[in-house]
């Protein structure tokens, strides 16, 4: 039963990864349409991108339980 999780594991890490990127390579050539193009700048914003597209795609997952309020 472990490898089966691990493989199940295996495979939602690299879908996010897979999404992540996505989102930061569209996210990426939408930016670079609007024309922003300076080379001192470049490294930042791709920065704030990738953050953005993590965000974007990597869903939250909490830990515990959640008690409804009678």
Do not use: C, I
């Amino acid at each position: 039963m472990k490898q089966l999780v691990d493989a199940q594991e295996l495979a939602r890490r690299n879908n996010e990864n897979a999404a992540v990127f996505a989102a930061y390579e569209r996210r990426r050539r939408l930016r670079r349409l609007a024309g922003k193009k300076t080379k001192r700048t470049s490294k930042k914003l791709d920065e704030q991108d990738w953050q953005a597209a993590e965000r974007e795609a990597r869903p939250v997952r909490s830990v515990g339980f959640f008690l409804p309020r009678t």
